[in-house]
């Protein structure tokens, strides 16, 4: 049987949506996730590489610049989180992030994926309309190793 295509981008106006690692402009990411901002904690360079490939990744595209990001960890069956799901202020507020989601969570590489997570501080409407719900009397606590 064959695979389905993991690369189908999507159209919507101008706009371009992909799965293809190989489109994805790594200086824009890099910036994003590794220099210190309100929407990173830092990435250490040396790791961006496998962060990379080791995650599924989206990008989104304005006429052949990337404007757009997310990833997805996970074990293709049972869990995968959400990460790094950004859009830049300048396209914000058009549906891209809705689409974004959308792309994502139709995927064919986790199209049956049992259980999503995120953690944000903010879109929280975003990610409800999508079926994510807030925790707070979950009795699991999110744990972490302290940073080395």
Not at 27 to 36: A, D, G, K, T, V
Request: aromatic residues 16%; charged residues 25%; proline residues 5%.
């Amino acid at each position: 049987m064959k695979s389905p295509n993991p690369y189908l981008d999507l159209m919507i106006g101008e706009y371009r949506f992909t799965a293809n690692k190989k489109t994805l402009d790594l200086q824009y990411i890099y910036n994003l996730l590794c220099l210190p901002s309100r929407y990173s904690t830092g990435v250490p360079p040396e790791r961006f590489a496998v962060l990379i490939e080791n995650s599924e990744c989206f990008g989104v595209f304005y006429q052949g610049k990337q404007i757009g990001f997310a990833r997805a960890i996970t074990d293709y069956s049972e869990f995968a989180s959400l990460w790094d799901f950004f859009i830049d202020e300048d396209h914000r507020h058009k549906g891209l992030g809705k689409t974004l989601m959308k792309y994502i969570l139709d995927h064919p590489r986790l199209k049956g994926v049992f259980r999503w997570f995120l953690m944000t501080e903010d879109a929280h409407g975003l990610y409800h309309k999508f079926g994510f719900k807030s925790e707070a009397y979950n009795p699991y606590v999110m744990m972490k190793v302290a940073d080395n």
